[in-house]
């Protein structure tokens, strides 16, 4: 059986220069660039026999462009293929755009790591950063399927696979043989594997680094290294506290997230004190965090991701503020919104009257409520984010 074909088909549109292209292993750069960028020329750092060539003289990557033709008309275009592997080519990058060749180069990555520390401030702002997400639901279209979402995540390279199941389970293997082994991030691989797991446990919770370490029992030092590989993997993100004018006591500590709800499953242990209903209700929140965070990397930054939590226990999932506005979203795996759900957002109401205010939740109606709380199902708010419309014109519409 050969694995599912998905459309190729992202919301992510290119810079007209050059460009970094960052995202985890598996969201489909390499795909993206051949469909996007057909003609432009390759090199694959993955490849061995490309790497060793380089690796030994990266001055190489010059001589060999030196042999293209492009058109007068038009640039030509050149993508390097985890370029994090040999940052050492970022200089000849540098000097060849210096030079004002008609070159376009997209350099793709799924390790910020190396390149943010040589690469990007050697090409002088000569290139845009974007990033590429797993899918969102309205790139699918049809093929979007809730469960199978939360069960599986939306990394494309899971989701074609012949055995989605075992890919995943072997996602985060990939990454400790591949990244951390062979970049030497981490001198522990068991200490590191036990704090993905324990991290886990963190996914849309508080991040107390003090509790993971002794989880982990390492020092909470060495923990915080741990999560700046993790963060520079692109594997995971911290959300911050929104303070904006704040009239109430807000708590310091910054949620956490893996970059997908399926990653985050599989590094999960479950067990007979495991409640599946907490884990399922993490996940979905994760669903909706990846998506919020996706839809404002392809509109370009232009408005923010954080989440709101008073000291006395007020909390609002995620708030996301803008040239388009305030919007407050509180997440329920719940069929049945009942009227405790909705305090967060009353209490977010009363300090920002401005803002719009979203419950979404798992079943069918849409319902306004409270003091004009909108309660959707989370579905139709996925399967409407699209980079072009303002979530206000995502909720007001079906999906």
């Known amino acids: 059986m050969s694995p599912k074909m998905f459309p190729v ?7 007209q220069g050059s460009f970094f292209l960052f995202g985890p292993r598996g969201t489909g750069k390499s795909t993206w660039t051949q469909t996007a960028l057909p003609r432009a020329v390759r090199f694959d750092l993955l490849d061995p026999a490309t790497f060793r060539e380089l690796a030994a003289r990266p001055e190489r990557l010059e001589e060999r462009l030196g042999a293209e033709r492009a058109r007068p008309e038009e640039p030509l275009d050149v993508v390097i293929d985890e370029v994090q592997r040999l940052p050492g080519l ?5 000097r060849r755009l210096e030079s004002g060749a ?33 899918f969102l639901a309205a790139e699918l279209g049809e093929d979007f399927h809730l469960e199978t979402a939360l069960a599986r995540g939306l990394v494309p390279l899971v989701l074609a ?5 075992e890919t995943l389970r072997a996602y985060a293997a990939l990454y400790l043989e ?13 200490a590191f594997s036990r704090f993905l797991e324990a991290m886990s446990f963190a996914h849309g919770q508080s991040l107390n680094l003090a509790a993971v370490a002794r989880e982990c029992q390492v020092s909470r030092k060495l923990v915080t290294g741990y999560l700046e590989v993790l963060e520079d993997l692109l594997l995971g993100f911290r959300l911050q506290v929104f303070t904006r004018r704040a009239r109430r006591e807000l708590v310091a500590h910054p949620k956490f997230y893996y970059f997908d709800c399926g990653v985050f499953r ?12 907490e884990i399922d209700g993490a996940a979905l929140e994760g669903l909706v965090a990846q998506h919020l965070r996706a839809w404002i990397a392809y509109r370009g930054e232009r408005e923010s991701l954080a989440f ?8 609002v999932d995620f708030v996301v503020y803008g040239e388009a506005g305030l919007v407050a979203i509180e997440v329920k795996n719940t069929g049945r ?26 079943g069918r109606e849409r319902l306004l409520l409270g003091s004009g709380v909108l309660c959707l199902p989370v579905e139709e708010l996925l399967r409407s984010l699209r980079p072009e419309v303002t979530l206000a014109e995502a909720a007001a519409q079906p999906g």
């Not at 970022?90 to 540098?94: D, G």
């Not at 696979?161 to 199941?165: D, I």
């Open 9 to 15: 088909g992202r919301f992510l549109v290119p810079p």
């Open 90 to 94: 970022l200089p000849v990058v540098h």
């Open 102 to 134: 008609p070159v376009r180069f997209v350099l793709t990555g799924s390790s910020a790591r190396k390149v943010r520390r040589e690469g990007a401030n050697l090409l002088g702002g000569r290139a845009a950063l974007r990033t590429l997400h797993p």
């Open 161 to 165: 696979a012949v055995e989605p199941a």
């Open 178 to 190: 591949e990244e951390v082994r062979q970049e030497a991030l981490v001198r522990d691989l068991g």
């Open 266 to 277: 599989s590094l999960r242990p479950r067990g007979p004190l495991d409640r599946p209903e």
């Open 308 to 315: 709101w939590r008073t000291r006395s226990g007020l909390e």
């Open 337 to 362: 919104v009942r009227p405790e759900d909705l305090r967060g957002l009353e209490a977010f109401g009363a300090d920002y009257p401005q803002s719009l205010r979203l419950l979404l939740h798992r």
